[in-house]
């Protein structure tokens, strides 16, 4: 039996969220519209007291799932929302080319198309 066919467009944002500083700049947008301090994020999310920090900072390179899904509950946002206002501000040529493939992935179901991000994030920090 073949392997499933992958989405390269898909795999490559999944791969290229993690190291661009657009997941820390939409936490920080979000947080800041939400007059929230990171400490209160941080509390509603359970998550430690630094990883908002961490995160803004882009000093959190490869947040696992489960700290993406924490962060968008502590800022009160669905996680599709919080990933795609990081592809939107993700800064320079690589953020560009993310924004091209969520365009070209904008046909597919968009909770299907973000829990297929999801879990090449999750499976890559796994390995």
Do not use: F, Y
């Amino acid at each position: 039996m073949a392997p499933p066919r992958r989405d390269r467009g898909l795999d490559d944002a999944a791969e290229e969220l993690a190291s661009l500083k657009g997941l820390g700049l939409a936490v920080e947008q979000l947080r800041l519209e939400a007059k929230m301090s990171r400490k209160e994020v941080a509390r509603r999310g359970e998550l430690a007291g630094t990883t908002v920090s961490r995160v803004e900072r882009g000093l959190k390179r490869e947040p696992r799932w489960e700290t993406v899904r924490r962060l968008a509950k502590g800022l009160g946002v669905e996680v599709g929302d919080l990933l795609k206002l990081s592809v939107q501000l993700a800064p320079g040529p690589a953020g560009g080319r993310m924004r091209q493939r969520t365009q070209e992935a904008a046909s597919m179901d968009n909770a299907a198309r973000v829990a297929r991000v999801m879990e090449e994030i999750k499976r890559r920090n796994q390995g």
